[in-house]
Every structure is written in C-alpha cells, then in structure tokens.
C-alpha cells in the first residue's frame, strides 16, 4: 500500500541517516574543497568497523511550538547491510533492516516490506549501502558537502531526489574525527523543526548475533 | 480494564440499533461546554492508528501532541518514533481550525474533517454555540448533549461524582465515532487511555497518556 510504503520509506531515510552516522559519522566548521582525502578515510573506517552497538538520545525540537520531544533507545549495526534500533522510552518500537527486508514491532503489531518492491524503497536501500561501505560522496541522491573542526567532520547533505526532499531539506551528519563514527544526526524539515540524534557509549566489533536483525 | 471492555460491549450492541432516545434531565450545570473544556498546556500521547483501506489493513503510530500556546492557540501535533511530522493542526481563540501542515499521503479532504471533528469532540471545541441538553441514561449515567452542525455529540458522565466516561457522535440516530475511556475522567481533563473508534471511517485510534518527565519534554 502506497501509504505503508511511504512510512516505511520516511523510516528507511532517518535509519540511512543513521547508518550514514554509524559508518562514519556552521558554526566552528570550515569547507572542505577537496574531498578525496576524508572520502578514502571513510572507507577505510567502514572497512574496519565489521558492527557497532551505540545508545542514543533523540530529541525533536519544534520551533513553533517551542517544545522538544525526547526518546532514547539502542543502536546495532552488524555489516554488510543489518541495522536494529530499538526505542525504549517513552515508549516501545523497533525497527529492523535485513538487505531488502525490514520490520517495524510496535505495541505487538508487526509491520514487514520487502524494499526491492519499490524505487524509493531501492533508492533509501542504495543510500544506507553507500553509507556503510563509506560511498555515500558517490550517492547522486544527495548534494553532499564536508566541513571540519577540531574535534569533528560534518558532512551536509541536500536531498536532490525528490522523495527525500518531500521529508528533509538539509540532513547534517557529524562525525568524530578519533575513529570517523556519527557522534550526531541533525534531521532538517521544511518548518523550521529539526530532530537530533545523538549517539553515546559507541563499542565497535562486538560480535551480534544474527538474530537481533531477524526479521521474520 | 474492565470498565473499559463493559464500554466497549455497550457501544457495540448500540451500534447494531438506532441510536436511543434518551429522557430530558433538569440539571443547571453545566449550560456551556466551555465551562467543563479540557484545560491543556502540554499532554503527550502515544499514538497507535489500525484501520482498512480497500481491504487492506494498515497500522501508523507515533506520538500525539495537544499544546496550548499563549496566544490561546491549540495545536495538535502527529509525528512518527522518528521525528517527523504527519500533521500539524491548529485552533485559535475563536476556534478556527487551520492545518498548518501535512504529508501529501494524509491530505485528504475527509481525513481531515474525521480527525478535525475527532479533535474537536476531544478538547470540547463547539463553533455552534448551542446550549447544553442533559439527558438520562442508563442507571448511574448521564448525558451531556452538544449539538453540531451536523448531528450531535453526547458526553456520558457519571451521575454522583460527574467524571467523565466516554463520548458518542450521533448523526441521524447512526451512531458515528466512539470515545471510550479506559478510566473515568474528571472535567477539564483527558483521559489516560483511550480508544476513538470510527464506524464509518474505516480507521481506529488508541492513544495512551505519557508521563510528563524530563525525559519527554
């Protein structure tokens, strides 16, 4: 259904957001003109990093409203292409990427797609694919431009496809430069609201076992 | 628990017959339904939506926020786990409703009114003016009647200590959407738990109260 696949989508671009975090990652930041050299240090660190298991704090700040929601829960990625992340508080939901298959559990329900049903759907896939395997500068989804700081990178990238435009206009990935993992995910909306990410207590290589990322 | 399923029995046997026609009350208070509205600042709901389209079902969930800015404003806020927004709806001093924003897949024309009204019956939001009817219901029930442009809603209350059991929208003795409280609730306030169910929609919607915490805000 036409609806379903438009949430599973708009679920598909925060987990690639995600991902793009976890692979490797304007105030401060200065342009990187060239890039080829951060492009081939990602790579190396997605090479490396086989999974990654991460806690994290979400919070969605509407500027209208001048309100935040908060959440947290737990992030796992296990390479080439299986990604959990599970809300604990305030409430419960899960959401689970196998290659094509993904999952959502909420309140008992359980939701399931098959992504290579769908060009968005394919789309999202190529992009989180891109992300882990440290790609993402080849993605033609995004307009992607790079800045450092001291201590961070920050990637900005601008939807050009229109899916992705339709739900972001500017996703900011910021990435430590001690081992090129997402400290933070900023996730820009056409309204001004903007919802972050933030990603704690980071442990790569641990093993995981398949069975976190069933998604039968 | 089993309050709420006693309810739920009760709505489901009147949905198989004409909606009844209940007995005037003498009963002073309240005359407007503005003097027993929900007072909001900022309540946070879980959201869970299930319903049918074509036969095919569909589940959406999130978190639902009701706020009262202080320009009087009132805004009601979908939004998925993961932060985005499904809609954005509003209410001003004087009632007016706006949509301030929503994706393309939920801009739909009756949608909007379903929720619109479903809001509305919530947060005690009445653009007629009409005045108030009270009628009796069943034994220790009674009704609180508000009359729509279309229809009428009738808020159920308990007769000794007045909390606030559930809601029915009646069009043409057809009764439209049900409200049912998992608990009572007092006046000028939303319940913990609910469940609003449309019988002509094809979607249900089950919100669950969140705990105010520095973690939720």
Wanted: positive net charge; contains cysteine; charged residues 20%.
């Amino acid at each position: 259904m036409k609806f379903n696949r438009w949430l599973i989508s708009a679920c598909c671009c925060c987990l690639l957001l995600l991902l793009a975090t976890m692979s490797y990652g304007q105030k401060g930041f200065t342009l990187i003109s060239n890039t080829a050299q951060l492009q081939a240090d990602l790579q190396k660190s997605a090479a490396k990093t086989q999974s990654l298991k991460s806690d994290f704090t979400q919070i969605k700040h509407m500027k209208m409203l001048d309100d935040k929601v908060r959440s947290k829960g737990t992030f796992h990625f296990k390479q080439t292409d299986k990604v959990r992340i599970e809300y604990s508080h305030p409430f419960s939901y899960l959401v689970v990427m196998n290659g094509s298959q993904l999952m959502i559990k909420e309140g008992g329900k359980i939701s399931k797609i098959n992504t290579s049903n769908s060009k968005t759907m394919q789309s999202v896939n190529k992009i989180m694919i891109d992300c882990m395997r440290g790609t993402v500068f080849q993605n033609k989804d995004f307009n992607i431009k790079a800045f450092y700081s001291n201590s961070q990178y920050l990637l900005q990238l601008s939807p050009v496809n229109s899916a992705m435009s339709g739900l972001f206009t500017t996703i900011n990935i910021y990435l430590s430069k001690q081992d090129n993992s997402v400290d933070k995910l900023e996730l820009k909306e056409k309204n001004g609201d903007y919802t972050e990410m933030i990603f704690m207590n980071k442990t790569h290589n641990l093993s995981l076992k398949d069975a976190l990322f069933s998604v039968r | 628990m089993r309050f709420f399923l006693f309810a739920s029995c009760t709505l489901l046997l009147l949905s198989c017959s004409p909606y009844p026609i209940l007995q005037k009350a003498t009963i002073a208070y309240p005359t407007q339904l503005e003097e027993i509205q929900p007072t909001i600042e900022r309540t946070l709901y879980r959201a869970q939506v299930s319903g049918k389209v074509l036969l095919k079902k569909f589940n959406l969930s999130g978190l639902l926020l009701f706020k009262r800015t202080e320009d009087q404003v009132t805004h009601v806020v979908f939004q998925n786990e993961m932060g985005l927004n499904y809609f954005h709806f509003t209410w001003d001093y004087h009632h007016h409703f706006k949509v301030l924003s929503i994706i393309p897949q939920m801009n739909r024309k009756a949608l909007i009114k379903t929720l619109k009204k479903d809001f509305e019956i919530l947060l005690m939001i009445s653009k007629t003016g009409g005045g108030i009817t009270h009628y009796n219901a069943a034994d220790s029930t009674q009704v609180l009647r508000v009359p729509l442009e279309q229809g009428f809603v009738d808020y159920r209350y308990h007769k000794s200590n007045r909390h606030w059991l559930g809601a029915t929208l009646v069009d043409k003795r057809k009764v439209i959407t049900t409200f049912e409280f998992s608990q009572p609730v007092i006046w000028k306030d939303l319940p913990n738990h609910m469940l609003i169910r449309h019988r002509t929609a094809g979607f249900n919607i089950e919100l669950t109260k969140l705990e105010r915490t520095h973690d939720t805000q």
